[in-house]
């Protein structure tokens, strides 16, 4: 499961859709736009649906996902996204799709028309596998299997790396002195691209007034240069804000250059550089380096699995890497990024790993490593004595007594018996309210204090005319004082339906004379 719980957009997805997410990306100029890929490689979009970049054939928003049946299946390895925005991906085939804003041709498809449905980038990149892909705010880049880039789009300031200013309507390789070289990781600033050699080298092209392509001056480059001041280091992953870049070498240290007026360089300072500074991490060894083009936020991890972040964290001007509890960079972005993206593709980790409370909830009711086996109303649950015993004090007691393998129940019926078992592994009851009564009725006999807490509460949220008294009588059996106040108020406040049900005609005759007692104190009888 991908938790994505951090970003806002998400918060109306229900648990069971949350479940089936394996990649997400959250864009836009106010995070308001999102795109998922589920376990069943699902494609779904939400959100305002700007310039038609959810892709979804229309320029709808939509508060609840939709599906873009086009790239069902597709397998996404690379997504980016600009800020008119428009929206790309790399398949796991290395085809190209775009769509969204295309006012300057970053869809590469040879027109100015905006992209409501995904479509093929193709020209001149039929024969060639994308691995990644990278946007500006207006412009593209991909990177093929041959180490090749492409790039096309918005040229104003020669991030297009053509050689002039002139926009690029469709995929272009970006030649020059990165002619038989390969290249091996892309990024891009708003205005400028940035390029990783399989030898470690870097180079850097577009927009320079902040000095964010690290040579050492402010002037652009229409094609691509290589950062001297660097010869020697081995750079293998460069990352670019909205106008300054981070590099991580293969030794673990960060450099940063170009603008740094919320302190995103984190040098200590707010002076821009335009020659790469190698940051103060505490002799930290960094495995990556985080930022956006969107924003001037940036984020390392290291190798023991802190996180840091400096520049702009939620209006703050942080300028120098700041330690935080998070355990991915991606938490800097949805927690203290303006405005909050994500700043690559989100992907739940290849492995099918399993926390622990994962693992647990796995292994209830299944009996290939159980060594208990409880028998209620003729039917078997399989659970592990020694969870049992670290769970509920009742169970440690029991099974301290007795090394029975099967234990027959009578007291309680299977589903409610299940339930309570079901409960110690995952911390969760899955019952309608009535059957949560049987449950009180359990966690009161065992003296569970949280799961009563619990039952009381699944009962509160479905009381009803025609259950309330049911729920009022459980309340007092059971000495639910909270919920016997709640059932209590519910009743008087719905006293002419209430009366007229069933259950309030079979009421005890000691529960109805207490109850009328009551309500008349409570004023329910006054004119």
């Not at 836009?28 to 494609?43: F, P, R, W």
């Not at 918005?154 to 390969?182: D, E, F, M």
């Not at 449950?439 to 006999?445: I, K, R, Y």
């Amino acid at each position: 499961m991908l938790d994505v719980g951090k970003w806002p957009v998400f918060a109306l997805l229900p648990p069971e859709e949350l479940r089936l997410i394996r990649q997400a990306c959250v864009f836009g100029s106010a995070a308001n736009e999102a795109l998922y890929v589920t376990v069943n490689d699902e494609v779904f979009a939400l959100g305002t649906n700007c310039s038609g970049c959810l892709g979804l054939g229309d320029l709808q928003s939509t508060i609840e996902p939709r599906r873009i049946d086009v790239l069902c299946g597709k397998k996404i390895v690379s997504l980016s996204y600009g800020t008119g925005p428009h929206v790309v991906i790399a398949t796991a085939d290395g085809e190209v799709f775009a769509w969204g804003h295309n006012g300057y041709s970053q869809l590469g498809n040879g027109t100015t028309n905006h992209g409501l449905t995904p479509a093929l980038v193709s020209t001149n990149l039929l024969s060639k596998r994308v691995t990644e892909v990278a946007c500006g705010s207006h412009h593209t880049i991909a990177l093929t299997t041959d180490g090749e880039v492409y790039a096309w789009g918005y040229n104003n300031s020669g991030q297009v790396g053509s050689g002039s200013t002139a926009n690029q309507p469709t995929p272009r390789r970006v030649s020059s002195c990165l002619q038989n070289k390969v290249v091996v990781n892309i990024a891009c600033g708003q205005l400028c691209s940035m390029a990783v050699l399989d030898n470690g080298e870097i180079y850097g092209w577009g927009y320079n007034c902040n000095g964010q392509l690290g040579l050492g001056n402010n002037g652009n480059q229409q094609t691509p240069c290589r950062i001297a001041a660097l010869q020697g280091v081995n750079i293998v992953q460069v990352a670019c804000g909205y106008a300054h870049t981070l590099a991580l070498t293969d030794e673990g240290f960060v450099y940063a250059w170009g603008a740094n007026s919320y302190g995103q360089l984190g040098t200590g300072n707010k002076s821009n550089q335009a020659l790469p500074t190698l940051i103060n991490t505490d002799k930290e060894r960094m495995v990556e380096v985080a930022a956006c083009h969107t924003s001037h936020t940036s984020a390392a991890k290291t190798q023991s699995g802190q996180v840091l972040m400096w520049g702009q964290c939620r209006g703050q001007a942080v300028a120098s890497p700041h330690l935080t509890h998070f355990t991915g960079t991606d938490d800097v972005f949805a927690c203290f990024a303006t405005p909050a993206v994500t700043w690559h593709l989100l992907s739940v980790d290849g492995d099918d790993y399993l926390t622990v409370a994962q693992s647990l909830k796995k292994e209830f009711d299944s009996p290939e490593i159980s060594d208990l086996k409880f028998l209620v109303d003729g039917k078997c649950i399989h659970v592990h004595k020694a969870l049992l015993k670290i769970r509920c004090e009742h169970f440690r007691a029991l099974l301290n007594e007795t090394d029975e393998d099967n234990i027959e129940i009578h007291q309680f019926s299977y589903l409610v018996y299940r339930a309570f078992l079901e409960y110690l592994y995952t911390d969760t009851i899955n019952l309608p309210p009535e059957d949560a009564i049987g449950l009180l009725d359990l966690a009161t006999f065992y003296r569970e204090t949280r799961l009563k807490r619990l039952c009381q509460e699944t009962i509160k949220r479905g009381i009803s005319e025609e259950n309330a008294i049911t729920l009022l009588s459980a309340a007092v059996k059971y000495e639910a004082r909270d919920l016997e106040e709640f059932c209590f108020k519910f009743c008087v406040n719905h006293l002419t339906a209430v009366t007229q049900t069933q259950a309030f005609a079979d009421m005890d005759h000691d529960l109805l004379k207490n109850f009328i007692s009551k309500a008349s104190r409570y004023g329910a009888f006054k004119n």
